[in-house]
């Protein structure tokens, strides 16, 4: 077979000049601007065909692989800021004062090839079986895969999958992420469109890049799906690593599950929620629910840090939710009957795993028989805004109905009423540690109608959601604005002075004698009386006796 009969756009035999049957493409169809000319042969074995993607790192053409005759996918390093090619040319041209970058990109190219070739055992990851350097650029190849993205596979098996279906795609991903990162291989762009489905209902991992092409603060374009790339990757000058990989991987899975991505990671920091329709959120067991939350916190240290973590918070004990089960169905079984076993035998639990993967497998056939149409020119990536500032997320699940909606967030509480409630007993410092909020107090204010020392109102407001750990404002009642004055008669200066500032006066005292009053005690006021009504703050003065006259005294007949 020759390049001569095969259609550049999907690697099928044709005859002549005609339009491809397969894919409906014209022999003269334009190649994409900046890409390899059509039919270049590289390594005088891979022939070169239409440019299907590219990025800030370079393109990815069909191929075809003369010894082998297979299709292949080409990558080639060409980040055209740095570079540039002549019109019909092969060769790369260097954009001036560029070198020394595009240098070391290239190596970089190199060496993330060498470790992903090195992990060929791992069936659900993209294969690379050559790399090379040839007209000043490199190239790597893997076998061409006939395969749907994730993102429409979903779109045409209704809008979302249930978690069965989807932990059948999922798992096998997750255990060769695991593996992958194991052997410091990172991929930091795990989207709904590097995901692919295989015509054999097996889905992999595709579109390896360096990780400079999936982070904002480096000298090529960046190539990040809003809503799939973690808040790290727009902060300068962090490392994205295997927690990076866990937000991606997660954000799929929850695409796969709702139909929806998360919102993008700058939005998640300052309103984390996560909104699910209702029933879907019912739909999906307790601990894949917790995982996900755990997975896609918007603050790394707070996040799911290994794929073995992830696997084991979705992977809960069967043991262990038959017992939820049992729990959550008292009171409505029957009663067990003597004899009766209470497990199905295994071959149900065979025969019903069998039944969801064919469900998944007939689900991708029919997809398959009625595809989309064939890729056509390149496409290109979608930019992001560059700027990010530190968020804060902190643990916890909460779940709220609203219209339909449920709101997951991994970092949100409903904010309690705090209206009537005592100040000292919010603020005590024994169950402070205890509380998902902090409380700080912004003002006091008269009240007729709450007791001093109580809440009057707060802010944010009872039955909102606000972030675990965060702040209630609160204004405290300090009584009534006018108040009325204590019997103090015959008490000592100390309670007296108490019962007085407890009223909310405030006591001065002075001595004056009394015939009648001990020593030492409160006479009464001066110039008030027991009942009367005065203003909050009020200086009141306390007489204390200094026993009799002595002058009245002897003066008397």
């Not at 991606?248 to 329709?277: E, H, M, N, V, Y």
């Amino acid at each position: 077979m020759t390049d001569f009969n095969l259609c550049m756009n999907c690697m099928s035999e044709i005859e002549g000049d005609e339009v491809c049957p397969s894919c409906g493409c014209r022999p003269d169809a334009p190649q994409a601007a900046g890409a390899l000319p059509c039919r270049t042969i590289l390594q005088n074995r891979y022939l070169v065909g239409m440019a299907k993607k590219h990025n800030g790192q370079g393109f990815t053409y069909i191929g075809y692989d003369t010894v082998l005759n297979i299709k292949t996918e080409i990558h080639e390093f060409f980040p055209r800021t740095l570079c540039e090619r002549l019109p019909d040319q092969a060769g790369v041209h260097v954009i001036a004062g560029s070198e020394d970058v595009f240098g070391e990109y290239k190596t970089s190219f190199l060496t993330h090839a060498r470790e992903l070739a090195h992990l060929r055992e791992l069936s659900a990851i993209e294969q690379i079986y050559d790399i090379f350097e040839e007209n000043g650029a490199a190239y790597t190849v893997s076998e061409w895969e006939d395969s749907i993205t994730l993102r429409y596979f979903v779109e045409r098996s209704g809008g979302n999958l249930n978690w069965n279906a989807a932990r059948q795609l999922f798992m096998p991903v997750l255990s060769a992420l695991s593996a992958m990162h194991a052997h410091g291989v990172n991929h930091l762009g795990i989207s709904p469109d590097t995901l692919v489905i295989l015509k054999d209902g097996k889905m992999k991992l595709t579109d390896f890049c360096i990780d400079a092409v999936r982070r904002m603060d480096t000298d090529l374009p960046p190539d990040m799906v809003p809503g799939c790339a973690a808040l790290e990757q727009y902060v300068m000058d962090y490392v994205p690593d295997e927690a990076t990989d866990v937000y991606g991987f997660a954000a799929c899975l929850f695409f796969a599950l709702t139909g929806a991505l998360p919102q993008d990671a700058l939005r998640r920091k300052t309103d984390s929620r996560l909104l699910i329709p209702t029933s879907i959120l019912r739909s999906l067991p307790p601990h894949v629910v917790t995982g996900l939350a755990n997975a896609l916190q918007v603050l790394p240290s707070k996040r799911t840090a290994r794929f073995e973590r992830l696997r084991e918070e979705l992977s809960a004990a069967p043991t262990v939710t038959a017992k939820m089960d049992e729990v959550s169905s008292l009171g409505e079984e029957e009663p067990e009957k003597p004899g009766r076993k209470k497990e199905a035998p295994s071959f149900v639990w065979a025969l019903a795993s069998c039944a969801v993967a064919l469900a998944v497998f007939v689900g991708i056939g029919l997809l398959w028989l009625f595809p989309r149409t064939a890729a056509g020119p390149v496409e290109s990536s979608m930019a992001v805004p560059s700027s990010a500032a530190d968020g804060s997320a902190v643990g916890g699940i909460m779940m709220q109905e609203a219209s339909g909606e449920a709101v997951l967030s991994a970092d949100r509480v409903e904010v309690p009423d705090l209206a009537g409630k005592k100040i000292s007993d919010l603020t005590s410092s024994d169950d402070a540690s205890e509380k998902d909020y902090e409380i700080l107090v912004s003002d006091k204010e008269f009240s007729d109608t709450v007791p001093e020392g109580e809440v009057i109102r707060q802010t944010p407001d009872p039955g909102t959601m606000m972030e675990k750990g965060g702040k209630i404002v609160v204004v405290v009642s300090k009584g009534a604005s006018e108040r009325t004055l204590p019997d103090i008669a015959n008490l000592s200066l100390a309670d007296a002075s108490s019962a007085v500032t407890a009223a909310g006066f405030i006591p001065v005292k002075a001595d004056a004698y009394s015939g009648t009053v001990p020593v030492g005690s409160v006479i009464g006021y001066r110039d008030r009386k027991v009942g009367e009504r005065l203003g909050y703050g009020t200086k009141v003065v306390l007489l204390l006796s200094k026993g009799p006259d002595p002058n009245a005294s002897s003066a008397a007949p």
